[in-house]
């Protein structure tokens, strides 16, 4: 059995490096039946490694992933194989005698990054559930930071969902880290926000929290008096 996972893990790198290679034999402007079948079997090979039950196989996916958002060409099968990492052991889970196998906050947060590069309605919405599920401040960092990265918040959805967020992690987990995060997704956002009053009072709060991180505070600090002075 693993000499048979060891084939087929080589198998995909084999096909993956051909299609990029493939690929890269192309000008920017052509299209052909080749391309859009290599792209058809880049996004099969993705899609196998990424719903793979192998933690190594997903970091691959992941490494596939970020050549096309950086490139700019993710395709619908590559969006919701980043959902799905996004949500491994979350949103989707697979259990062995009771026992969660795919936890892995690592390959979440990096895919929550990830999406946060692609700024669209639906990788919001992805990381919305992330942020509000996940109970790793590592992978609520990731997403938070997302979200601020993405700048859509109608009716201020997002900035609420980080808010609960922060009242949530400061009562139970006081983490800097996280804290550092949604102070910086609310500079990002402020300027999107229907009502600051509610983000205002969070920022204070980090401000006079003193489990938080000297750093984090002052951040806090510097980041309220800018939301007062625009909110007068």
């Given at each position: ?40 079997v880049q996004d099969v090979i993705i899609t196998e490694l ?25 395709s619908e099968e590559q969006r919701v194989a980043l959902k ?42 992805a990381l919305l559930t992330i942020v509000t599920d996940d ?98």
């Amino acid at each position: 059995m693993k000499l048979l996972k060891t084939i087929a893990y080589g198998t995909c790198l084999m096909l993956l490096s051909t299609v990029a290679f493939a690929q890269n034999q192309k000008s920017s402007n052509e299209t052909s039946v080749e391309d859009i079948y290599l792209n058809s079997v880049q996004d099969v090979i993705i899609t196998e490694l990424a719903n793979s039950q192998d933690y190594d196989n997903k970091l691959v996916a992941l490494q596939y992933l970020e050549d096309s958002v950086k490139s700019g060409k993710v395709s619908e099968e590559q969006r919701v194989a980043l959902k799905n990492l996004a949500g491994e052991g979350i949103t989707t889970r697979v259990r062995q005698n009771g026992r969660l196998m795919n936890n892995f906050p690592d390959i979440r947060a990096k895919a929550c990054d990830l999406l946060g590069e692609l700024k669209t309605e639906e990788s919001k919405n992805a990381l919305l559930t992330i942020v509000t599920d996940d109970a790793e401040p590592m992978v609520v960092s990731a997403a938070v930071r997302s979200l601020g990265n993405i700048g859509i918040n109608k009716n201020d959805e997002v900035l609420n969902t980080i808010e609960f967020i922060q009242h949530k992690y400061a009562a139970l987990n006081p983490t800097s880290s996280l804290a550092y995060e949604i102070l910086d997704a609310y500079e990002k956002l402020a300027p999107t926000a229907q009502d600051k009053k509610p983000m205002i009072e969070s920022v204070a709060e980090i401000a006079s929290n003193y489990k938080f991180a000297t750093p984090v505070r002052l951040k806090a600090l510097n980041l309220l008096k800018t939301l007062q002075s625009e909110n007068n």
